[in-house]
């Protein structure tokens, strides 16, 4: 993991894997109490809707403005922003479930 002048790089990409690999696992565990199921269930929902939101308004800016929220936030590719795109990435992952779930609920 530390090539020639890349350490500092390689740990940014480690420590954002390692950020990412929490997340995910955060994002599909499921609850271990079976009557609580359906409250975690509209938490996860609300929470990954609303980061899933929060990021194609930023798709919005950079497909109608050329202006990225994200990388005028917190630089260019920084592993803060890779974070946090990679989070908008998991939890449109985790949306695609929606499908498999419509109709279910009553």
Known sequence: WTGKGNS???RETVAAYQVCCIVLLLFT????????RN????????T????SIIGAINWGLIGFFNF????????????LSRIIYAIVGICGIYLLSF????????
């Open 48 to 51: 990954a809707l609303t980061i």
């Open 29 to 36: 565990h499921n609850g271990s109490v079976r009557r609580h």
């Open 99 to 106: 499908y498999t779930r419509t109709g279910k609920e009553s």
């Open 68 to 79: 990225n929220l994200v990388s005028f936030l917190f630089g260019s590719m920084t592993w």
């Open 8 to 10: 500092g790089k390689n």
């Open 39 to 46: 409250m975690e269930n509209k938490a996860m929902d609300a």
